[in-house]
């Protein structure tokens, strides 16, 4: 049974680490503030400027002056810090950040990844994406494994602009987790339920399977 979206994002919280600065793209890394693991410590760094922000508020408990990167509602931690958004990517541009949770459009056994642009449909800008995949330490993506009409997004070579090269560690996808190493993709996990040859089916890229393949865990 392929994950949802809450899922992913509980998968990938496993990722997070003590003393870690992290920051959570648009989308379903958004989830990931919801999942931290208890005790951990770490802070969660906005593009729009904020360190120290926590889960999504309780219906009815929304401050529409509080929002992320977004413009999703928020709440903060104790010790939080507001500034402009220079200063924000400055810290981003500094190599600040340690860990990264983009969504994706595609991503290719390079680590390429393309999640800004279709052509011939209007976007608002790239936003700090170029910036985060060019600065950040560690890139992990979250996304669907085949778009809607069942084509995979795991590919080959990304037909989409790119927004950065080589810069993909991970990809949680619904299917499985994925490591990039080798110009490969290199199957860690799968959704339970999911065999093996309905991930290879839905992955366009080279895979390598090893003999044994867990299911992920929660």
Sequence with gaps: ??????????????ELRDGYYVNLGIGIPTLVAN???TGMN????SENGLLGMG?????????PDLINA????????PGSVFFDSA???GMIRAGRVDLTVLGAMEVSQQGDIANWKIPGKMVK??????DLVASAQN???????TNPKGESKLLQACALPLTGKRCVKRVVSDLAVLDIRDDRFHLLERAPGVSVDYIRERTAGELVVPDEVPEIQF
């Design 55 to 63: 889960p999504f508020p309780l219906t009815g408990e929304e401050d």
């Design 125 to 130: 800008g790239m936003g700090g994406a170029m």
């Design 87 to 89: 200063m924000s990517f």
């Design 35 to 37: 999942y931290i693991p």
């Design 139 to 145: 890139i992990v993506v979250a996304m669907m494994h």
């Design 70 to 77: 977004g413009k999703q509602t928020i709440t903060t931690v």
């Design 42 to 45: 770490l802070v969660l760094q």
């Design 1 to 14: 049974m392929a994950l949802n979206k809450e899922q992913i994002a509980q998968r990938i919280a496993r």
